[in-house]
C-alpha cells in the first residue's frame, strides 16, 4: 500500500511538472508536437495542425466536419457495426509519419476532448498492436477509456475506472511519463501504472477514429462513434 501511494504521489508530481513545462517559452525541453483544433468548415479535407509544426492530417469523407455544439466546432464519426465488412477507410483522419509523433524516450501526452453515447472504438493510435517499434493508442471499450503504451521493455495500460459515453463533453488526457502511465479525466487523476515501455517509435500514421490496416474480418477496425472537439500531443524531454 506505501509503495503505491508512493507511486501515485511520483506520478502526480511528474504529470503536474510535464503540464506546466509544455507550452512555456522560457522552457527549451517541453514543447508542442501537435495541436488539431478541428475547428474547420463542413466538407473540409485538410485537418490543420495549428502548432506550428505542419502536422496537418487528411480526412477521411466519412467524417462530419464543421459540427457545431454551442460555440464548440468539432468532427463527427457516424456509428458502423463492429466486425461488420466492408472496411470503411474514409471513417478516419490520417496523419502521415513523421518521427516528431513518436513518443521515443520522451514523456508524452495525448490530450483529447470528446462526446459519445457509443461503448466501442479507437479514439487515436500510431501504429498497432503487433507492429514493429512499439505503439500507443487511446480507445473507449463499454464506454471506459483505455490509453496504452506499448515498448521493448513493457507493454502498460491503464484503465478509466468509470464509463464516459453519457453524451457529455470530457477532456481525457494520457500520459506516458518516466515513472508509468496515467489516465486523468476532465482534470481528476482516475487511474496510473508504474514502469517504463522503452523508447517508441514507428513508421506508422497516426489515425483518428479507427485502425489504418484492416478488414473487419481478420482484423476489426475499431471505428470511433461519436464527436471529437480537439487533440493535442506533447511531448517532455525527460529529466533524467
Not at 5 to 27: C, E, I, K, M, N
Not at 66 to 72: I, T, W
Not at 96 to 102: E, H
Not at 123 to 135: D, E, F, H, L, P
Request: glycine share 12%.
Amino acid at each position: 500500500m506505501e509503495r503505491r501511494r508512493a507511486l501515485v504521489a511520483a506520478l502526480t508530481t511528474t504529470l503536474t511538472a510535464a503540464s506546466a513545462l509544455v507550452g512555456s517559452p522560457a522552457r527549451a525541453d517541453g514543447y508542442p508536437v501537435a495541436s488539431w483544433s478541428m475547428d474547420e468548415e463542413p466538407g473540409a479535407s485538410r485537418m490543420i495542425d495549428s502548432s506550428g509544426n505542419g502536422l496537418d492530417g487528411r480526412i477521411g469523407g466519412e467524417v462530419g466536419t464543421g459540427l457545431m455544439s454551442g460555440d464548440d466546432i468539432g468532427y463527427h464519426f457516424d456509428r458502423l457495426e463492429p466486425d461488420t465488412p466492408p472496411a470503411r477507410p474514409g471513417h478516419l483522419v490520417v496523419v502521415p509519419d513523421d518521427s516528431a509523433l513518436d513518443p521515443g524516450t520522451n514523456d508524452y501526452a495525448v490530450t483529447v476532448r470528446l462526446r459519445t453515447t457509443n461503448k466501442f472504438g479507437n479514439i487515436i493510435q500510431k501504429g498497432q498492436a503487433t507492429v514493429s517499434g512499439g505503439n500507443f493508442k487511446l480507445q473507449i471499450p463499454s464506454g471506459r477509456v483505455e490509453c496504452t503504451f506499448r515498448g521493448p521493455k513493457a507493454f502498460l495500460e491503464v484503465i478509466a475506472p468509470y464509463s464516459i459515453n453519457d453524451g457529455y463533453w470530457h477532456v481525457v488526457r494520457c500520459v506516458r511519463v518516466q515513472a508509468g502511465v496515467v489516465l486523468v479525466i476532465d482534470g481528476q487523476q482516475v487511474a496510473a501504472r508504474d514502469g517504463w515501455t522503452g523508447p517508441i517509435a514507428n513508421s506508422w500514421p497516426v489515425t483518428i477514429g479507427g485502425k489504418y490496416e484492416c478488414d473487419q474480418i481478420d482484423v476489426g477496425c475499431d471505428y470511433y462513434a461519436g464527436d471529437l472537439d480537439y487533440i493535442t500531443i506533447e511531448a517532455m524531454r525527460p529529466q533524467w
